[in-house]
């Protein structure tokens, strides 16, 4: 079986027992690491799982043509990607990753109107359907764990300190949120620096919940929310955030998109750029994916992104790598979901959580044993803007979290997000 022999090339660490649509055992093992073992319930898997397994992989778990015996799908997932790098030397496989770069442009294609459309895809799902594994406050990107063992609820609220501290809010500025999600970080913002917040999201069921949460929190005043793309948006704002809404631009909207920053933002600006990325040099979306999840999405190299920078003539001031942050936030997630799997279930069927399953899994194994890395990446268009010290991060930081603290032993806790419905 052509399947046997490229897993025998492939697989260096962790053991994978396979038993394919005939019944029979392969066994594939390198250094120590995780174990699984797989059914295949489909001949067809034999050919397809060889041709292109970044599409087959997740369609047969979604499926039930692909079974896991032994261990668990994290297992299994994190043994294909930790053995991803031997995969790339197998001759077939290089073929099918230059052919997939050709095209990577086409992939990314997101003009305005089919940006909407790529949005509305994931985005747009019952909002209760997030509150099965997001925080109360339902940030759906990566938390910022500053100790070990912190839960989800601490780590994005110290996400959110942690922005904001990198933006050096004063009273009174005008601040835009580009990808503002469920409002969550601008109502944030709108508290700390008391000023005058726009959100803008390309998702109808985010923009409805955003606008609610504004107005439940007497807040509507100095928190507004557009249905609108960041090249529709017009004025001139002090401070600009964007949290996890980069991976929707693509790489051909790179230099239109910092152009666009650099209009936006006052001549002693600051701007906060939050996005997955990648260490290991440019790529491309997998066909899964790109498919099921995150149609036109792409998480950039560094070295993909600042050269549009340059070309838009901001200052880089500075760039943070959050490594292991991702895969602890997307396996809380995880947990999470698998605790109220029979709710979503109900909310749609068992196909649908099969195919977020694999998400959240696939999505963990790559930041904790691929190359994926999520960025903060500060920027101004004076090199002044910033003082010339971080110092100021940590001590605006540390502040503001005895004041939080104080707060919140003074108030009720808040109540968690609820869409009706």
Not at 264 to 290: E, F, K, N, Q, Y
Request: hydrophobic share 40%; with cysteine.
């Amino acid at each position: 079986m052509i399947l046997s022999r490229f897993l025998n090339h492939m697989i260096r660490v962790g053991r994978l027992t396979l038993v394919d649509a005939n019944g029979k055992l392969h066994e594939f093992s390198g250094a120590p690491g995780p174990e699984a073992t797989v059914r295949l319930h489909d001949r067809s898997l034999h050919r397809k799982l060889f041709l292109n397994p970044n599409l087959y992989l997740g369609e047969a778990y979604m499926d039930g043509t692909l079974t896991i015996e032994q261990g668990t799908l994290r297992d299994f997932l994190g043994i294909a990607v930790r053995n991803l790098e031997f995969a790339q030397s197998f001759p077939a496989y290089s073929v099918y990753e230059t052919l997939s770069r050709m095209f990577r442009l086409t992939q990314q294609y997101n003009p305005v109107s089919r940006a909407k459309a790529h949005v509305a895809h994931h985005y747009d799902l019952a909002a209760r359907f997030y509150d099965l594994f997001l925080d109360r406050d339902r940030q759906y990107s990566c938390a910022y764990f500053r100790h070990a063992g912190d839960g989800l609820e601490q780590a994005q609220q110290d996400k959110r300190r942690h922005i904001a501290a990198k933006l050096l809010l004063q009273p009174g500025q005008r601040i835009l949120d580009i990808g503002s999600g469920w409002g969550g970080l601008s109502l944030y913002l709108a508290g700390v620096a008391e000023g005058q917040v726009t959100g803008l999201t390309l998702s109808r069921e985010q923009l409805q919940t955003a606008r609610q949460r504004a107005l439940e929190a007497g807040l509507e005043a100095r928190v507004r929310f557009h249905l609108r793309d960041y090249r529709e948006e017009k004025g001139r704002y002090e401070r600009i955030v964007s949290v996890g809404m980069f991976e929707h631009v693509g790489v051909a909207y790179y230099r239109e998109f910092f152009r666009r920053i650099g209009a936006l933002l006052t001549d002693d600006g600051v701007c906060l750029l939050h996005s997955i990325g990648r260490m290991a040099g440019p790529s491309t979306t997998g066909d899964w994916t790109r498919k099921y999840i995150f149609p036109g999405g792409y998480a950039p190299a560094l070295s993909e992104v600042l050269p549009a920078v340059e070309k838009a003539g901001l200052w880089v001031t500075d760039i943070e790598m959050l490594r292991r942050h991702y895969a602890d936030t997307l396996h809380a997630w995880q947990q999470r979901f698998q605790a109220n799997r029979a709710r979503a279930v109900a909310l749609y069927d068992e196909r649908f959580c099969r195919m977020w399953e694999f998400y959240l899994a696939l999505g963990e194994a790559a930041f904790r044993h691929g190359d994926h890395i999520v960025f903060q990446m500060q920027l101004a268009k004076d090199r002044d803007a910033v003082p010339v010290t971080r110092d100021y991060m940590a001590e605006w930081e540390q502040a503001r979290r005895q004041t939080e603290t104080r707060a919140h032993l003074a108030t009720p806790a808040r109540p968690a997000i609820r869409a009706k419905g």
